[in-house]
């Protein structure tokens, strides 16, 4: 029981930093225009498809080497999908910006029907993969059996906590930072100050959509396949952990998705496997009846 308890915990951890990522760009969006970007599963779901591009066009000029194949693949997908964040912020977001809040939402949506459908078209419908980059295992004898950790669930883990420590820093730290922070305190201020708030929004949409870029490519290369819709199942369950941490807060997001990925595969392991969607979901009505501001969030004040 201890090592199956042991092993579902590093499956969750895995799970959970892949959430923590994803949720990054809703929490981030909703921070700065308080607007949840639905379209950002599909964001998701196009980066898979660009790890696969990115992988075969380094093979076909004769490129094998793993280091290589990884960060090159992971500097066309982040790139590409900031794009994606940067056109959905322009066409979707900036023209009902002062419209009701409705609008935006359902602009949103359809967005994200948008990129599902030009996905299904342009790549097909069918299931398509990736062949296996990192290989091993890593087992760990304890009492009642053996744990195991492929070498892959560690290098999502550590690529999923160097690119929250680097956008840490960033926030924190940096110039970008400050103006985002201040645009997200009040945009109508930073304006009056000389910000170019809509060249912050824009640049939010990009970070969010390059943080779901890493994310498709570590779940990539740990399950392998990848289809037109994985972005909508996904995508609300990193919604649920923004919610779960605090939508709002960086930190939060990380540590919703975290205890979100835990949870799932506890419950997956020792409860039903078939039911785990169901649980998250159920999970995200609890946190909304019961602290709606998550667990790092602060209350909304109403400004007079």
């Given at each position: 029981?201890?090592?199956?308890?042991?092993?579902?915990m590093?499956?969750?951890?895995?799970?959970g930093a892949?959430?923590?990522?994803?949720?990054?760009?809703?929490?981030m969006?909703?921070?700065?225009?308080?607007m949840?970007?639905?379209a950002?599963?599909?964001?998701?779901?196009?980066?898979?498809?660009?790890?696969?591009?990115?992988?075969?066009?380094?093979?076909?000029?004769?490129?094998?080497?793993?280091?290589?194949?990884?960060?090159?693949?992971?500097?066309?997908?982040?790139?590409?999908?900031?794009?994606?964040?940067?056109?959905?912020?322009?066409?979707a977001?900036?023209?009902?910006r002062?419209?009701?809040?409705?609008?935006?939402?359902i602009?949103?949506?359809?967005?994200?029907?948008?990129?599902?459908?030009?996905?299904?078209?342009?790549?097909?419908?069918?299931?398509?993969?990736?062949?296996?980059?990192?290989?091993g295992?890593v087992?760990?004898?304890?009492?009642?059996?053996v744990?195991?950790?492929?070498?892959?669930?560690?290098?999502?883990?550590?690529?999923?906590?160097?690119?929250?420590?680097?956008?840490?820093?960033?926030?924190?730290?940096?110039?970008?930072?400050?103006?985002?922070?201040?645009?997200?305190?009040?945009?109508?201020?930073?304006?009056?100050?000389?910000?170019?708030?809509?060249?912050v929004?824009?640049?939010?949409f990009?970070?969010?959509?390059?943080?779901?870029?890493?994310?498709?490519?570590?779940?990539?290369?740990?399950?392998?396949?990848?289809?037109?819709?994985?972005?909508?199942?996904?995508?609300i369950?990193?919604?649920?952990?923004?919610?779960?941490?605090?939508?709002?807060?960086?930190?939060?997001?990380?540590l919703?998705?975290?205890?979100?990925?835990?949870a799932?595969?506890?419950?997956?392991?020792?409860?039903?496997?078939?039911?785990?969607?169901?649980f998250?979901?159920?999970?995200?009505?609890?946190?909304?009846?019961?602290?709606?501001?998550?667990l790092?969030?602060?209350?909304?004040?109403?400004?007079?």
């Amino acid at each position: 029981m201890e090592a199956f308890f042991l092993q579902q915990m590093i499956n969750g951890l895995t799970l959970g930093a892949v959430y923590g990522l994803i949720a990054i760009g809703y929490t981030m969006v909703y921070g700065i225009i308080g607007m949840i970007n639905f379209a950002h599963g599909e964001v998701y779901m196009i980066s898979a498809y660009l790890c696969a591009i990115g992988l075969a066009l380094l093979g076909y000029f004769g490129i094998h080497s793993f280091p290589v194949l990884i960060f090159g693949t992971l500097l066309f997908t982040i790139v590409v999908t900031g794009v994606y964040g940067w056109a959905i912020e322009r066409i979707a977001y900036r023209p009902l910006r002062n419209s009701t809040r409705l609008a935006p939402l359902i602009s949103a949506i359809g967005m994200s029907l948008i990129l599902q459908n030009y996905v299904q078209i342009s790549q097909g419908p069918n299931q398509q993969g990736i062949p296996t980059l990192l290989s091993g295992v890593v087992r760990f004898h304890v009492a009642d059996g053996v744990v195991q950790i492929t070498w892959t669930k560690i290098f999502i883990v550590a690529a999923a906590l160097v690119g929250m420590a680097i956008l840490t820093w960033i926030i924190q730290r940096t110039r970008l930072g400050r103006v985002c922070r201040a645009t997200q305190q009040d945009r109508r201020m930073a304006a009056i100050l000389g910000i170019n708030t809509d060249r912050v929004i824009s640049l939010v949409f990009v970070i969010g959509a390059a943080m779901a870029g890493l994310a498709g490519v570590l779940v990539t290369m740990n399950y392998g396949t990848f289809d037109f819709y994985i972005g909508f199942i996904i995508g609300i369950k990193a919604f649920t952990a923004a919610v779960l941490g605090g939508i709002g807060s960086l930190p939060g997001a990380m540590l919703g998705g975290l205890l979100l990925g835990v949870a799932e595969a506890q419950f997956a392991g020792m409860v039903n496997s078939d039911y785990k969607d169901v649980f998250s979901f159920a999970l995200l009505v609890v946190i909304l009846i019961f602290r709606p501001q998550g667990l790092l969030g602060r209350p909304v004040a109403a400004k007079v």
